[in-house]
């Protein structure tokens, strides 16, 4: 089969590598219907993930039809559609029981990471029963796969970690397919305001018709400032991090107000400054997170009765074969106008 393979930092290659088989009676092969490339794959490229060895099949997003089942899976048969979820889960382990599947002691993200991952023609799933979905049926299998990991991301970790309310004044850093899910998903909990802050004017613009209430470019550094003078001078109840770098990271702390929530979600390279010499009388409350998944059944149903659409962040279409072709785009996201681009096998 051909698949999408990590070669060291900044190469990767299209080729042939063999088609996976069943390892395990709980393992599943799935054929790849449609699968996605995610900010990560590309922290993967740049040499940020350092355990992605040479050889590995990228991707960790997707979804297809089931090929084989091994004797030991109960939940799904030859030919069912499934959603893939980014995390894999035992369902026994200690963590597993918490519902905390991104620490499973034998799964969490292992897809396109200590495993080989979706961008490829077919993928073996451990613990089929606990990481595949059953596809509802007559629902739009491109906004599904956006269910594979950024819409649990954004809500569990930005959302639910940072204490969304009725009512709540929200600022979320960062309007890339994670934070744009983030913005989707506070929208359950009706709060007042949302303020979307971002370098780049179109994707401010996507977050607009998606329901933010403000939106701030801080490309001239004063993004703090503009956010305080929108609410008064007293700061947001829940500031979102959804970059991964210092300066994002700093934004949220200045704007936080007392006794409010500032929720990591970005994949960090490297450390950040904590204030604490003017954090450490606001009461805050500071959330880090890998996803779950425990949502994406929650989820499902919201995509499936039309509540939620995800399928607004996709923005290119591609053959899975043209998968150099779609890095290329996501890699220039800005440029490209990309948010998230769609993989589809025939
Ligand atoms: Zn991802
Ligand atoms: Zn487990």
């Given at each position: ?32 219907s449609k ?28 979804v ?16 069912d559609r499934v959603l ?49 979905y059953p596809l509802p049926a007559g629902v739009d299998e491109e906004a599904l796969v956006?269910l ?152 499902l149903k919201t995509v499936t009765s039309g509540k939620l659409e995800p399928n ?35």
């Amino acid at each position: 089969m051909k698949a999408l393979v990590y070669k060291g930092p900044g190469n990767k290659v299209w080729t042939d590598k063999p088609k996976p088989e069943l390892q395990k009676p709980t393992d599943a092969i799935i054929r790849i219907s449609k699968t996605t490339i995610c900010g990560t794959d590309l922290h993967i490229l740049k040499g940020d993930v350092p355990e992605v060895v040479d050889g590995r099949i990228l991707g960790h997003e997707g979804v297809g039809i089931v090929e084989a089942v091994g004797n030991g899976v109960q939940q799904f048969h030859v030919g069912d559609r499934v959603l893939i979820s980014c995390i894999t889960s035992c369902g026994k382990c200690e963590s597993c029981k918490k519902g905390m599947y991104s620490h499973c002691e034998d799964g969490g993200w292992i897809l396109g990471h200590l495993i080989d991952g979706t961008q490829a023609e077919y993928v073996r799933i451990p613990y089929a029963d606990n990481s595949l979905y059953p596809l509802p049926a007559g629902v739009d299998e491109e906004a599904l796969v956006m269910l594979s990991d950024i819409l649990p991301t954004g809500f569990e970790i930005g959302v639910l970690k940072g204490n969304v309310q009725p009512g709540s004044t929200v600022a979320i850093v960062g309007a890339g397919p994670v934070g744009l899910a983030a913005l989707l998903t506070a929208q359950f909990f009706s709060p007042a305001e949302i303020i979307m802050i971002d370098l780049d004017d179109n994707r401010l613009e996507v977050a607009r018709k998606f329901g933010a209430t403000q939106t701030v470019n801080s490309a001239d550094g004063k993004a703090a400032e503009q956010v305080l003078g929108l609410t008064n001078q007293q700061g947001v109840d829940v500031a979102i991090e959804a970059v991964g770098i210092s300066p994002t990271f700093a934004i949220c702390q200045d704007i936080v107000k007392a006794g409010g929530h500032i929720a990591n979600v970005g994949v960090h390279g490297k450390s950040v400054e904590l204030h604490l010499e003017k954090l450490w009388t606001h009461n805050i409350t500071l959330t880090t997170g890998l996803v779950d998944t425990n949502s994406t059944p929650m989820l499902l149903k919201t995509v499936t009765s039309g509540k939620l659409e995800p399928n607004k962040l996709i923005t290119h279409r591609f053959d899975l074969a043209d998968v150099l072709k779609a890095y290329e785009v996501f890699g220039n996201a800005a440029k490209e106008n990309a948010l998230k681009v769609i993989l589809s096998q025939g």
